[in-house]
């Protein structure tokens, strides 16, 4: 069921298996995508022996072993071992590196399964000699035909109890699964075990809602959908987009996300991509935070829609994150040029002697207020890290530096001028 780009009638796996010749793959995609189930669909269809292989309760000594059989198995009897591996991220290294002369030789094809991206979970060689195929969620249609399917068929589904749902139930049924076909038959079953228990025989949208109790949606604090998430919240209100904004935002709590650790990225948002164009927002972050740890949830997760829509809406600019970015590269890739003797503090008198603090102007006892000193190192002189935008306050800043600038320009100009 679903994976049409795949399996469909012009999916290169359906045309692979026709021809007997699927490659070693690792099948990537959420809970409940079919996995395990298109890899023992690719073992029935070809000629290749299915051997099942966990990650979790399996080590070294069992790949080798395994591996061994499967080379023993191809001389013998001339055909391939199909060896699949759920869960194949939780290997480490040595363990997937066992597979690797096998899969060369043709003595397996390996089908491994992750619900994690293997571009971070699969070592880069033998991710080279797979191919990763990714697998989508279901859609709710496509999970609408697998409850029906369930409720009727007497012998390996739930046709027996003779339940039916409503039109609005199956719908219900279908959103509150988020793609997964496990979760939907797990939630079915219950569904169907509820209504047999109250003697019903047509289960209701309310009943399908109060059996659930809430919404379970997809989501996994440590791996790739936590990531898709924040990044969805972060490029939502970069994109001043305060209606998807706050959609992520309630994705997230929703699906139990940390909300300190929510807080401490929009923090972070109001530094790097709003920064001065509006300071207000910095204030608005740290207010939110403080708000949620006095108040908790759920009342707390108000002050973090608050700053969220308040991001959402402010002036953009990343001119501070872009200046900071390049006075650290500058530091890391140029030696410790000496601070300028003008700007050294001379507590001493030896330092006095040498220069320390030579030329020093108070900028205070100016009438323009700057002193015209050089402040970068001489090999930066002219060096310009900050760059404000036009957007927001910046605009305003930006003026200022202007005006900065030429002020000390001109005190620069007295300093020069001869006694």
Same mark, same amino acid.
């Given at each position: 069921?679903?994976?049409? $780009? ?12 026709? &021809? ?5 793959? #690792? ?63 939780? *290997?480490?290294?040595?363990?997937q590196d066992a597979f ?35 697998? $989508? ?37 279908? =959103? ?15 569904? /169907? ?19 659930? =109790? ?10 790739? &959908? ?12 970069? &994109? ?13 709590? $929703? ?11 929009? /923090? ?37 829609? =608050? ?16 200046? *900071? ?13 000496? #601070? !300028? ?11 006095k002697d040498i220069g ?46 202007? &005006? ?13 001028? !001869?006694?």
């Amino acid at each position: 069921m679903g994976q049409r $780009e795949i399996v469909g009638p012009s999916g290169f796996l359906r045309r692979a298996i026709a &021809e007997d010749r699927a490659p070693s793959m #690792v099948l990537w995609g959420p809970p409940g995508s079919g996995k395990t189930t298109l890899a023992r669909i690719v073992a029935s269809a070809t000629s290749s022996r299915f051997v099942p292989f966990s990650a979790v309760t399996s080590g070294i000594k069992e790949v080798k072993q395994v591996m061994g059989d499967a080379e023993r198995f191809r001389h013998a009897a001339g055909r391939g071992t199909l060896v699949f591996v759920d869960e194949i991220h939780r *290997f480490n290294k040595a363990q997937q590196d066992a597979f690797l002369p096998y899969v060369e030789r043709g003595d397996i094809v390996l089908v491994g399964a992750t619900t994690e991206n293997p571009s971070f979970e699969v070592n880069a060689a033998l991710l080279s000699r797979c191919r990763v195929v990714v697998l $989508e969620p279901l859609s709710p249609e496509d999970l609408k035909r697998l409850i029906e399917r369930a409720l009727a068929d007497s012998e390996r589904g739930l046709g027996e109890a003779g339940v039916v749902l409503e039109p609005e139930a199956l719908d219900t049924l279908a =959103q509150l699964a988020s793609g997964d076909a496990r979760k939907v038959y797990n939630l079915l079953e219950l569904v /169907v075990a509820d209504a047999v228990s109250a003697g019903v025989s047509k289960v209701s949208e309310e009943a399908v809602q109060r059996v659930a =109790q809430r919404k379970v949606l997809l989501y996994d604090k440590a791996g790739e &959908e936590h990531f898709n998430l924040i990044s969805a919240l972060h490029k939502s209100l970069r &994109e001043s987009d305060a209606d998807a904004s706050i959609y992520w935002l309630a994705r997230m709590l $929703e699906s139990g996300e940390d909300p300190h650790y929510i807080a401490r990225r929009l /923090v972070r948002f109001a530094s790097e991509d709003i920064g001065l164009a509006d300071p207000r927002a910095l204030r608005q972050t740290l207010d939110a935070w403080d708000a949620y740890r006095r108040l908790g949830s759920p009342e707390g997760d108000l002050a973090l829609a =608050q700053a969220t829509v308040y991001l959402a809406v402010a002036p953009k600019s990343n001119a501070v994150y872009t200046a *900071f970015k390049a006075a650290r590269k500058t530091v890391a890739n140029r030696p410790a040029d000496p #601070v !300028p003797k003008v700007i050294r503090n001379a507590p001493t008198r030896l330092m006095k002697d040498i220069g320390y603090g030579d030329g020093y102007v108070y900028a205070h006892d100016t009438e323009e207020g700057v002193g015209g000193l050089d402040c970068l190192p001489d090999a930066l002189q002219g060096t310009r890290f900050y760059r404000p935008t036009a957007r927001g306050i910046e605009k305003r800043i930006r003026d200022r530096l202007e &005006e900065i600038r030429r002020s000390r320009a001109r005190a620069k100009a007295r300093r020069d001028e !001869p006694p």
